[in-house]
């Protein structure tokens, strides 16, 4: 039978991270994919011919640049093209077409309020704040508030040393950041809602919650808090598409000396005296680890792969309560050419970027209200990507990858799963506002392919289409993700971790998960082996 | 003015229950007090009011909530006429078929009747009790005390931080982490997850988010669902009904607080709270007469307080700002009927109909009702609180009719159709919801009032008809209520401080924010020697 230091399930991009940080230390590395492509949600697919869809995830900013780094990325081929701006469009004929540069920024958005032009610069300099605190405690396990190790305490210590070196005010600022609703967040700076919708509209971006919801505020955050060229909280598209991240990473792991199996899905986990001693795969074969390391969601990883007897029934209950209602769907399109969109000019640079059809943020918190109701969505937001326009290795010349977020998407409907009718009806609804917005736009269409969450979980088990492994809510961030005993990568069974998104610091293709997971798994591997040794 | 010293040693804004328990308290301890209310009369949400000759309902309030009985010992209320009528008033999820809840009977009860709905939520009851019993008990500690400063400058507050944290860890990791991992979540999920029971779920999200702006979905509301438990279970007796409605406190405190020697002045309008050098001078009422004081305790709105009263002449932008960012959405509706006679519910005997009946058959109906607030308009189906205090309480109607008294949460302050419309909607809605759980209600109706939210704030005197003078939400709570600034001192204005409902702890008929300025006061009358 063979054996491995480390047999990793899954290879979505955390696993990829985690494995290739095991590899670089010296062990044998196996990771074990189901389907027949690597990558999971940061893939690039080739389903039209000559064009290349990034199926799932579509832009890069939270990737961590130790990451990019130690794993030396970019000689393995990654790169990253930021975009300078994105453009919110309110249907009603206005627009916003963000920029990074300061003072295009501000003679944009003074045109429609010059309070809010200055009061920008206020926000970002907030924002940047509260990015500055959160950055930290990314790379790392959290501190867990409960244990009362001295170790632990002195990271706690250290953590609410720092909230106070903040000052009164200032940590009163982080605590509005983590518990206010977007919309309330925005209110504080600002007094028009198309400057709030264009701001709030990275509030919704996967979540289960409104732009009026309390919460939604560190969700604006959550995506400000990459520092793709320096710390702006900037986005970008990857060459290639996103699979092209995961490619980077896998090339890293195998010239470390790592495997990666494709078409190898695992069926359970080999436990014996409460430690994992392997996996069994679909196939039946078995493979011999000192560790094994899912990359899956949650759920999945421990109730589909672990056999139940060997948990305690609270755990088991606590986990299945964790939370992974998915709300997106996706449209990935081939174009003959680039939408016209009536409302801004065609050659707004800003349109390298994202375009948004949002209405404000009460057209987007009544898109949210229909899905707590499980309806076909009415009016979702939609955020239009067409990387195409910076990378040409995406589709052939003058042709063009569209890349279509839909927010709101229920992942099941009151009246039952999504049939091959409900999809198409839900496309038509995506497809009939894109035209509305860029008349002829569907003339231009050559394929277009559309994934409901159902789709995103069957296909690359993301949970009930949650695109985080689990909600980005502060009862399941930080001590408290994904559980509270399960928030330092271990699980009950010893040698059994988990390193995707469901753990901290939690989705939006970081890596930081699969990184945080590989220095516990070593950690702990250099403790077991003094041990033996002074044994 | 003539004649009388208008020198006081400290003046108090506003005459509902805060201002009055105040009054009493520091005329009982031999200060000179002066009170000031703006309308005719006092009491402000804490009042009964005559509907037609000879029926009597509570105005706004219809249960004083976690009012503590130390502090009717203290003003010896009982002495001054309050007689009270029920102590842990219960909560019922009504049904209109007759399968009602019982929420706060015996645990017995309780679970007896969730067990014609669904065994499996009959078996977890004890559990999700137990749950909110730990979430409840983290937070009185920090409820029924002055909030800890958010970032402690002395040893003193450093030591408060370690007590609460040594309190709740002693209890055990597992429990810890249960109370830091439900805090922040939502009431909803909390409820789906416990149970599968629509109408338990519906009547218990109500419960949880009655008074908030926010409904039972959103992150926060679970936080507000105990920050309220904590305070009713504060003290012993929980929910009280007082003989004469709500009123009958009022007058009670309006008694004592005059045997003490406080004066208490109506229609007294204040125009403004004067202060110089950083110090309290005293008040300037609207009829132009003067009160010199080197104390005021605001009662009124922290807004009002500081925006009118004050002035932001006296303040500094900073403070400014955040005053004119307080959020004051949970506003709320009141509608009340005088009966010809006691309405059939089925299956429902009066001791059910005595506690607080929650109409809300679904979590999902309690979420749309707080859906519809965001946007300014009415819910299709609102969900409700009823009581029919006349049960119990003789003294508000003739023999054999009753009233009923009905708050409507969610209601947004400014309606899209505006209120002279929305009002009578309001009204016939709510009947009509009534109908459906009584069919022969709406004919017994005999008179009735509704009282919009521009209503509850102009003749209640509750601004924005908002009970909490601020919503309670986790970064208006506490050590940063009403801002962060304020919770600790009051805007380097020395002598004044807040004694109304948008202070800690919050609002609900407790009396505790005018027990902590009370202490205030008196510690600083103490340390200026005044």
């Known amino acids: 039978m063979e054996r491995f230091d480390v047999v990793v399930i899954g290879a979505g991009h955390n696993s990829l991270t985690a494995a290739a940080y095991l590899a670089r230390a010296g062990l044998s590395v196996l990771t074990l994919e189901k389907n027949d492509y690597i990558g999971g949600a940061a893939v690039s697919r080739e389903i039209e011919p000559s064009f290349i869809y990034s199926s799932c995830s579509y832009a890069l900013s939270l990737l961590r640049p130790e990451i990019i780094r130690d794993l030396d990325l970019t000689q393995h081929g990654l790169r990253v093209m930021p975009y300078q701006g994105s453009v919110t469009l309110t249907g009603d004929g206005r627009y916003i077409a963000s920029s990074s540069h300061p003072d295009v920024m501000h003679r944009e958005l003074a045109r429609h309020s010059a309070r809010d032009a200055d009061a920008y610069m206020r926000y970002g300099r907030d924002m940047r704040q509260q990015a500055d605190l959160v950055s930290p405690l990314l790379m790392q396990a959290p501190p867990n508030p409960a244990s009362l190790r001295p170790k632990e305490l002195r990271k706690v210590m250290s953590f609410l040393s720092d909230a106070q070196s903040l000052g009164r005010d200032g940590l009163a600022d982080a605590i509005r950041f983590w518990t206010l609703s977007a919309s309330d967040l925005l209110d504080r700076y600002f007094e028009s809602d198309i400057v709030k919708a264009h701001l709030a509209a990275s509030a919704v971006i996967g979540t289960g919650l409104g732009p009026m919801s309390p919460g939604s505020a560190y969700v604006m955050l959550h995506h400000r808090i990459g520092g793709l060229d320096g710390p702006n909280g900037a986005w970008g598209y990857v060459r290639g598409g996103m699979g092209a991240v995961s490619m980077a990473i896998a090339s890293a792991l195998r010239s470390h000396g790592g495997e990666i199996r494709t078409s190898s899905g695992v069926s359970e986990i080999k436990v014996s005296k409460k430690r994992a001693t392997g996996v069994v795969l679909e196939s039946g074969v078995e493979i011999d680890a000192g560790v094994v390391v899912s990359g899956l969601e949650l759920k999945r990883s421990v109730l589909s792969l672990l056999d139940w007897k060997e948990l305690s029934k609270s755990f088991v209950e606590q986990v299945s309560k964790f939370k992974t209602r998915g709300s997106s769907a996706k449209l990935n399109i081939a174009l003959d050419g680039l939408p016209e969109f009536t409302d801004i000019p065609s050659d707004c640079p800003s349109l390298d970027g994202d375009v948004r059809l949002c209405g404000t943020v009460v057209d987007m918190e009544r898109a949210y209200d229909d899905w707590k109701e499980k309806v076909m969505p009415r009016d979702p937001y939609l955020e239009i990507v067409i990387p195409s326009r910076l990378d040409p290795t995406l589709a052939p010349p003058g042709k063009h990858v569209a890349s279509v977020f839909v927010q709101y998407v229920p992942d099941k409907l009151i009246d039952g799963s999504w049939t091959d009718a409900k999809r198409s009806e839900l496309q038509d609804v995506v497809l009939s506002k894109i035209e509305k917005a860029a008349p002829g736009f569907k003339s231009k269409i050559r394929h277009v392919e559309t994934r409901t969450p159902e789709d995103l979980e069957n296909e690359i088990g993301l949970t009930q289409g949650n695109i985080f492994h689990g909600e980005l809510t502060l009862d399941q961030l930080l001590f408290n993700r994904p559980l509270p005993e399960l928030a330092q990568y271990r699980t009950p069974i010893g040698g059994y971790y988990l390193c995707g998104s469901s753990m901290h610091p939690g989705g939006g293709v970081m890596g930081a998960p699969g990184a945080n997971a590989a220095r516990t798994i070593l950690a702990d591997a250099r403790l077991r082996a003094a041990r033996r040794i002074s044994a | ?530």
């Open chain 2, 1 to 530: 003015m003539s004649g009388r010293s208008n020198s006081f040693d400290v003046a108090i804004v506003g005459g509902g229950h805060n201002g009055l328990v105040a009054a009493g308290l520091l005329a009982k301890a031999g200060r000179r007090v002066v009170l000031c209310e703006a309308l005719p009369t006092l009491g402000s949400a804490c009042g009964t009011s005559t509907l037609v000759p000879g029926v009597r309902v509570p105005k706004c309030a219809h249960v004083v909530s976690g009012f503590p009985p130390s502090l009717i010992r203290q003003l010896k209320l009982k002495k001054y006429g309050l007689h009270v009528l029920q102590k842990n008033v219960g909560r019922v999820a009504l049904d209109p078929d007759g399968r009602h809840i019982p929420l706060c009977a015996s645990a017995g009860a309780t679970r007896e009747a969730i067990f014609s709905w669904s065994s499996r939520d009959a078996d977890a009851w004890s559990g999700f009790s137990k749950t909110m019993d730990a979430l409840v008990r983290a937070l009185r500690p920090v409820y029924a005390e002055s909030a800890p400063k958010l970032i402690p400058d002395n040893l003193r507050g450093r030591l408060e931080w370690l007590r609460h944290y040594v309190g709740e860890r002693k209890r055990g990791a597992s429990s810890f982490q249960k109370v830091l991992r439900l805090l922040p979540s939502n009431a909803a999920d909390f409820l789906d997850d416990s149970f599968e029971t629509d109408l338990l779920k519906g009547a218990l999200s109500l419960d949880a988010s009655i008074g908030s702006f926010h409904g039972p979905y959103s992150p926060g509301s679970l936080f507000y669902w105990a920050w309220q438990r904590a305070g009713e279970t504060a003290s012993a007796s929980g929910t009280l009904q007082v003989a004469g409605g709500p009123g009958g406190l009022t007058a009670a405190l309006t008694k004592a607080a005059e045997a003490y020697g406080a004066e208490l002045k109506t229609s007294a309008p204040v125009q403004s709270i004067t202060a110089k050098d950083g110090q309290i001078r005293g008040l300037v009422l609207q009829n132009g007469d003067e009160v010199s004081c080197p104390i005021v305790i605001s009662t009124v709105d922290p807004k009002a307080t500081y925006l009118q009263l004050l002035g932001p002449r006296n303040l500094d932008a900073g403070l400014v700002g955040d005053v004119n960012r307080i959020r004051m959405r949970g506003s709320s509706a009141k509608v009340n009927l005088a009966l010809e006679r006691i309405p059939t519910f089925p299956k429902a005997d009066e001791s059910t109909l005595a506690g607080r009946l929650l109409l809300a058959p679904s979590l999902l109906d309690v979420e749309r009702a707080s859906n519809s607030q965001k946007y300014g308009i009415l819910p299709d189906h609102p969900v409700m609180e009823v009581t029919l205090p006349s049960i119990m309480d003789e003294t508000l109607t003739p023999e054999g009719r009753h009233v009923l008294s009905v708050v409507i949460p969610f209601m947004p302050f400014d309606l899209d159709r505006g209120w002279d419309a929305g009002g009578d909607i309001l009204v016939d809605k709510v009947v009509k919801t009534l109908g459906e759980y009584s069919p022969d209600l709406p004919d017994l109706v005999m008179a009735g009032e509704v009282l919009v939210p521009p209503d509850i704030e102009s003749h209640c005197g509750v601004a924005r008809a908002d009970w909490h003078q601020g919503e309670l939400t986790l970064d208006q709570s506490m050590m940063m209520r009403p801002t962060p600034q304020l919770a600790e001192e009051a805007g380097s204005i020395k002598g004044l401080f807040l004694g109304g409902a948008g202070a800690h702890p919050g609002g609900g008929l407790t009396g505790r924010p005018a027990l902590h300025a009370v202490a205030a006061a008196v510690r600083f009358s103490k340390e200026t020697r005044l």
